[in-house]
């Protein structure tokens, strides 16, 4: 049985100007993939997600989520998939001036019915998926590097998203912090069967969570490989490629 | 044979077309430009080979592995044979790392072209500052349509904090700042009136100055330095730290949520502002007028008061107003504009208030003459 497409993209050339950093390329994510964008410093891995959460225009080509296509689309058709779908920062992006609860409940706010009381008491719920239970009144900067980045997480799943994407969630986190999100990101894919893209160059998540991906090259500015990144390292296409999944080991 | 330095912790000859560089004591914190002008010299020409000796090396730093590193360079691209073999390993292994980087990073030329290359890009940079700024002044026109018509996002908490801050909070440096000026108005004044016997006409000239225009530019200065650079450096620090991002992926409006606030905050603030000044300003001249000059008290206010006229005072207030709004958006429109590093917050700071210093001038020239012609 063939997997639903929840993310296609086809052609899509991503860059800055006259500066190209990535031309052509074409990927699908399947629903319930936990999905790695990897590459060396450089080439265009966050670029690519900003492409495809919106924030930067790509110099050409598709993005199409869940049958929407997210740059030519009808707008309102657009931000309905937008709010079906939560990003993690590499720094939480956290509203200082709110407190944690106050950070989940925005997008409520926004956009669902709920009574404040059941915002703040689902506030409370996401905190505690995230292992945040009890932090609701504390501010961003009272808690720690980690724990920003999990209040980042449960402020992604207010609205219980299709999609969830990642960029870089390991920085600056320590191994057991680090082992922890990834723990949390394959529960999440487990029990909700949300699907997650996640933009990283740490060879342990990679190979912790992933089970699809795309590596890509600054050089030829192309995906040099896709698919499982344990099945990559098995059989890697490139040396490229292995050496990245080997940290710089020589074929 | 001969040497070029003596107690040099570096010292070169030449034998038979080779050059010897001896290295001895302590070679730390050398400056390497001498040695490598030797190797450049054109008598060097004939050199086949170039010999670094260490016996007498004891240590060491980055300025020997420079040297090394270029002798070598040099030496390759004229064909000169280099040995390296009695240096430490260390230090050979640092020189090899140097040298395994040969890869030439693409830079954007930062040199000034051509007059018409100046135009061109002049031309194009103002383009977009002013399609740029065009934008926002949209975005905030359906910004204030959404307020009014009650579909904004606009956190009423968050309307209060910046209210707080632009008003109770700035009571103290406007007061201060207002007294000095409408004391130092009425020391200007009075030197010239005195020498009319005119010195009570003080109290008329601190009262309209103060009133009319010195109020509302003292606190508009006072405000894009203290309000206006704080909101460019807000939100230029969310930038930096992706919140902007987050907000625009939520499909929240950054108009809504951070400009308006802040917008609306000051246009109430200001013209209240203003009053407190034009207040604190007489208070100044009164001090200087009384206590300095000796003039009655009651003479001084009485004078004040007949001096005083609603137009000037709605002008100041109008100006006020007026510098509000030319503040908040310079700030909010600096600090959404930033770029994503450290130096770029300081840039959209100090834009903020360059900005909205020149545009509260600009706009005081306009009413000025606006007053001007319909008599006010």
Known sequence: MSKT????????????????????????????????????????????????????????????INDVDMINGKPRDVQKIREKSGILYQSGALFSSMTLAENIMLPMQQYSDYSPATMRELAGLKLALVGLKGFDDF?????????????????????????????????????????????????????????IVVVTHELASIFAIGNNSIFLDAASKTILARGDPKELLKNPPNKTVYEFLTRGEKK | MHTSQTNNPVEFFSKNGVIYITLSGDV?????????????????????????????????????I???????????????????????????????????????????????????????SVTIGLYRAVSGFLNFLGAITLGLGRFLSFRSIMRG??????????????????????????????????????????????????????CRIMGAIMVGIIMAGRTGSAYAATIGTMQVNEELDALQTMGLSQIDFLVMPRLLALILAMPILTMLADFMGMVGGAFVGVFLMGLPYQEYW??????F????????????????????????????????????????????????????????????????????
């Open chain 1, 139 to 195: 501010y961003p900067s009272e808690i720690s590097g980690g724990m920003k980045k999990r209040a980042g997480l449960a402020r992604a799943l207010a609205l219980d998203p299709d999609i969830v994407y990642f960029d870089e969630p390991s920085a600056g986190l320590d191994p057991i912090s680090s082992h922890n999100l990834d723990e949390l990101i394959i529960e999440l894919n487990r029990s909700l069967g949300t699907t």
């Open chain 2, 309 to 376: 006229t609603l137009n000037n005072f709605l002008v100041g207030i109008f100006h006020g107003f007026c510098f509000g709004i030319i503040i908040a958006l310079c700030g909010c429109y600096s600090g959404l504009n930033c770029g994503r590093d450290a130096d770029s917050v300081g840039v959209a700071t100090t834009r903020s208030v360059v900005y909205a210093i020149v545009w509260m001038i600009v706009v005081t020239g306009i009413i000025t003459v606006i007053c001007q012609e319909v008599g006010i």
């Open chain 2, 66 to 120: 420079l040297l090394v590193y270029e002798v070598v360079r040099i030496a390759k691209n004229k064909g000169i044979e280099v040995d390296l073999s009695k240096l430490p390993q260390n230090l050979q292994d640092l020189v090899n790392m140097a040298f395994e980087v040969d890869r030439k990073p693409e830079h954007k030329s930062s040199s000034i072209g051509g007059l018409l290359e100046i135009i061109g």
């Open chain 2, 28 to 64: 730390l914190t050398y400056n390497v430009e001498k040695d490598l002008q030797k190797i450049n010299e054109p008598a060097q020409a004939e050199v086949l080979k170039i010999v670094f000796m260490p016996d007498g090396l004891k240590a060491w730093d980055s300025s020997l």
């Open chain 2, 157 to 210: 908490t968050d309307f209060c904090a910046a209210l707080e801050d632009c008003g109770p909070k700035a009571l103290a440096i406007v007061s201060l700042i207002s007294f000095l000026v409408g004391l130092i108005l009425a020391f200007v004044g009075a030197v010239q009136l005195q020498t009319f016997g005119a010195q009570i006409y003080v109290a008329s000239l601190v009262t309209v100055g103060m």
């Open chain 1, 5 to 64: 497409v929840a993310i296609n993209v086809k052609g899509l050339s991503v860059g800055y100007g006259d500066y190209v950093l990535l031309h052509d390329a074409d990927y699908q994510v399947n629903k319930g993939d936990i999905f790695i964008i990897m590459g060396g410093s450089g080439c265009g891995k966050s670029s690519m997600l900003r492409v495809l959460t919106g924030l930067l225009p790509p110099l050409k080509g598709e993005v199409v």
């Open chain 2, 302 to 307: 009485k004078y004040a008061f007949n001096a």
